[in-house]
């Protein structure tokens, strides 16, 4: 989680990853370039088992995420890695704006670079450019809440 002084500011740069990302129902072929990053993401039929295994995934996917990612100083870099991709991805899951509450939740809980994943699955961007990393967090906060996705 990046941390602020109280007297720095940390600019806001906008950083747009054209990455095309294909998502398959197919199993991927073994290999060395196999990762949990990239297995194939597993369906199911009923509403709740929708819900449980969407969240199970984002948990797993979050958490590699934050691994692999944690020294690294490139955000453009962190936003490329695979599990921030099939993050997104896991909207074409997602009913009734849950994908949206799990990074609001987790943005919350663990303030990160989840402001990209938002917009690409909003299509929405509350932030002002003015804002630093702390009023980004805020932003998407203050967005979820007026949306009802996230409580006060």
């Not at 602020?4 to 054209?18: F, G, L, M, T, Y």
């Not at 692999?68 to 997104?88: C, E, F, G, N, Q």
């Not at 896991?90 to 704006?97: A, E, H, I, Q």
Request: proline share 9%; aromatic share 6%; charged share 25%.
């Amino acid at each position: 989680m990046p941390q602020k002084a109280q007297s720095e500011r940390i600019d806001v740069i906008p950083i747009i990853v054209n990455i095309p990302v294909f998502i398959s129902k197919q199993p991927s072929p073994p290999g060395p370039i196999m990762s949990a990053a990239m297995a194939p993401i597993p369906s199911t039929d009923t509403q709740h088992g929708k819900r449980e295994n969407l969240e199970r995934l984002f948990r797993e996917q979050a958490e590699l995420w934050k691994k692999d990612t944690r020294h690294w100083s490139s955000v453009a870099k962190m936003l490329a890695h695979p599990s921030y991709l099939r993050i997104v991805g896991l909207v074409r899951l997602s009913t009734g704006n849950e994908l949206e509450r799990l990074l609001l939740q987790e943005l919350e809980s663990e303030p990160d670079h989840w402001f990209d994943a938002l917009v690409a699955i909003t299509g929405e961007d509350p932030v002002r450019p003015e804002c630093d990393f702390d009023g980004a967090v805020d932003a998407w906060l203050d967005w979820g809440r007026q949306k009802g996705i996230i409580g006060h």
